[in-house]
């Protein structure tokens, strides 16, 4: 399975971006996906998990009420919807899919991983 992020860019700090992310190499039932980022000198970090169905959503903290984590599973497809950003959203953001319970799994947890789009917010 090949994952593929776009849509990342430069924004400035209270603006929205838009990521997406495609699935190709063969069917990806029953995974649930996930987006998580990366900043400069920091771990990895969750941001969104959506489960197959769309029927469970989990959000971290820090994007709480400002993200919108989407799916289409007839496009295999998934998005992310980045509404007021802050600077210290700046980072990479992965997409990641994995055959996991949860909706909110480590990034140990994930099959298989896009290679990032960065997103930079200024101030």
């Known amino acids: 399975v090949q994952l593929q992020a776009s849509g990342g860019g430069l924004v400035q700090a209270g603006g929205s971006l838009r990521l997406s992310c495609a699935a190709s190499?063969?069917?990806?039932?029953?995974?649930?996906s996930t987006w998580f980022r990366q900043a400069s000198g920091k771990e990895r970090e969750f941001v969104a998990g959506?489960?197959?169905?769309?029927?469970?959503?989990y959000y971290g903290d820090s994007v709480k009420g400002r993200f919108t984590i989407s799916r289409d599973n007839a496009k295999n497809t998934m998005s992310l919807q980045m509404n007021s950003l802050k600077p210290e959203d700046t980072a990479v953001y992965y997409c990641?899919?994995?055959?996991?319970?949860?909706?909110?799994?480590?990034?140990?947890?994930?099959?298989?991983w896009g290679k990032g789009t960065l997103v930079t917010v200024s101030s």
């Open positions: 190499g063969r069917t990806v039932n029953r995974y649930v």
């Open positions: 959506i489960s197959w169905s769309g029927g469970r959503i």
């Open positions: 990641a899919i994995g055959r996991v319970g949860s909706v909110y799994p480590t990034a140990t947890d994930m099959d298989y």
